[in-house]
DNA sequence: CGGGATCCTGTAGGATACTG
DNA sequence: CAGTATCCTACAGGATCCCG
């Protein structure tokens, strides 16, 4: 969901995505991005040069996606102060 | 989510729950309900009795996840097959 | 830069047994 | 019925090194 996010407003290249994930290794970012592309979500873009250059971009599928994963993170985000909250009081009374 | 999703129409016994998602161990039902109660989004009301009676309901936080879980639910279910031959795909071009 | 290949470990989670 | 408590292991995923 966070890459399909990240892809929402054009392609990305692979470090770029890296940096904005913020803690993902190389590796699962890798693994991710090859389980979107399997499952025709995005595209991956091969630009042989020196340096090599790959972009990520979203398919129509992908693109199909955006809203319902915004709608999603939307709400994550309008109820994360209420979230919080409840763990707090949860965990209280369970001591 | 499929909790949440089950939840929608009304509480649920524990082992009503259980035979709902088919296959999910009574263990890891436990964790997934206390995470959600602890998350604010369901309630756990028990009924002492014999034989002991829990029902899980969706808190209004929880009915207002509803929405958008659905929305999810009903883009998986309308893009499965566009999905599968996207894999079919790949896999065969990466042999 | 954008990865693949290895090695290694923590832990998610299954199976089973017990209980009020 | 609705869970806890244990034990055990497969595998997710981090760290590291290498490469065109």
């Given at each position: 969901m966070l890459i399909i996010t990240m892809l929402g407003d054009g392609p990305r290249r692979f470090n770029e995505l890296k940096r904005m994930v913020n803690g993902v290794s190389q590796r699962m970012l890798t693994l991710s991005l090859r389980g979107l592309e399997r499952d025709g979500l995005i595209t991956r873009t091969v630009t042989p040069s020196t340096p090599p250059r790959v972009d990520y971009e979203l398919t129509e599928l992908g693109r199909s996606l955006l809203g319902t994963v915004s709608a999603l993170s939307a709400w994550a985000l309008e109820n994360q102060g209420e979230i919080q909250k409840?763990?707090?009081?949860?965990?209280?009374?369970v001591q």
């Open positions: 409840a763990r707090t009081a949860f965990d209280a009374s």
